[in-house]
């Protein structure tokens, strides 16, 4: 099982699509490594420099529709090379959705207002999270402040996560 736990990167913005989460100039790369350097990099809003702003991390909270545009594995694989196994965001399209969870990865999903009050209160500070996957809880720590968070995914996204993905769990179940 991936490590869904470290440093948070807020992207304060709706409608991430896969051409920002990693430019379809790249799509012709044949490793996952060759992506790395590349994760973001068309991402334009107020604030954001990927060139400073992704190193140390390894999660991101964002808002809703995250991963809308054409559906394609290489923004899950750009998000995984880069050590960034978990999103948690309002809402995501589907296939990204599930391209994340056939790579091990998590999508999660929760409430715009949880979502807000995350980027509310911890955005400005470091912060970090641990997940407790048996419990489906995360525990967020920002400044000096410590809250859980729980959260759900379904039992087939649970077993393609603890797998390690759709080809381990495949090689396991049939």
Same mark, same amino acid.
């Given at each position: 099982?991936?490590?869904?736990?470290?440093?948070?990167?807020?992207?304060?913005?709706?409608?991430?699509?896969?051409?920002?989460?990693?430019?379809?100039?790249?799509?012709?790369?044949?490793? #996952?490594?060759?992506?790395?350097? &590349?994760?973001?990099?068309?991402?334009?809003?107020?604030?954001?420099?990927?060139?400073?702003?992704?190193?140390?991390?390894?999660?991101?909270?964002?808002?809703?529709?995250?991963?809308?545009?054409?559906?394609?594995?290489?923004?899950?694989?750009?998000?995984?090379?880069?050590?960034?196994?978990?999103?948690?965001?309002?809402? &995501?399209?589907?296939?990204?959705?599930?391209? !994340?969870?056939?790579?091990? !990865? !998590?999508?999660?999903?929760?409430?715009?207002? =949880?979502?807000?009050?995350?980027?509310?209160?911890?955005?400005?500070?470091?912060?970090?999270?641990?997940?407790?996957?048996?419990?489906?809880?995360?525990?967020?720590?920002?400044?000096?402040?410590?809250?859980?968070?729980?959260?759900?995914?379904?039992?087939?996204?649970?077993?393609? =996560?603890?797998?390690?993905?759709?080809?381990?769990?495949?090689? #396991?179940?049939?």
């Amino acid at each position: 099982m991936k490590n869904f736990n470290g440093n948070v990167l807020f992207l304060d913005r709706a409608d991430i699509n896969t051409d920002e989460i990693i430019p379809a100039r790249y799509l012709t790369e044949i490793t #996952k490594e060759a992506l790395k350097p &590349y994760l973001l990099e068309d991402l334009k809003f107020n604030g954001f420099d990927p060139e400073k702003d992704i190193e140390g991390k390894s999660i991101i909270i964002t808002r809703s529709n995250f991963g809308c545009g054409s559906s394609r594995e290489h923004a899950p694989w750009a998000l995984e090379v880069n050590g960034i196994n978990l999103v948690i965001a309002e809402s &995501y399209a589907r296939i990204f959705r599930q391209n !994340m969870f056939n790579c091990g !990865m !998590m999508a999660v999903e929760l409430s715009s207002e =949880v979502i807000e009050q995350l980027f509310i209160e911890c955005s400005n500070l470091a912060t970090t999270i641990e997940t407790d996957f048996r419990n489906n809880r995360f525990i967020v720590r920002s400044g000096k402040k410590e809250r859980e968070i729980s959260f759900s995914i379904s039992g087939f996204d649970r077993a393609l =996560v603890e797998a390690g993905g759709w080809v381990d769990y495949a090689d #396991k179940n049939y």
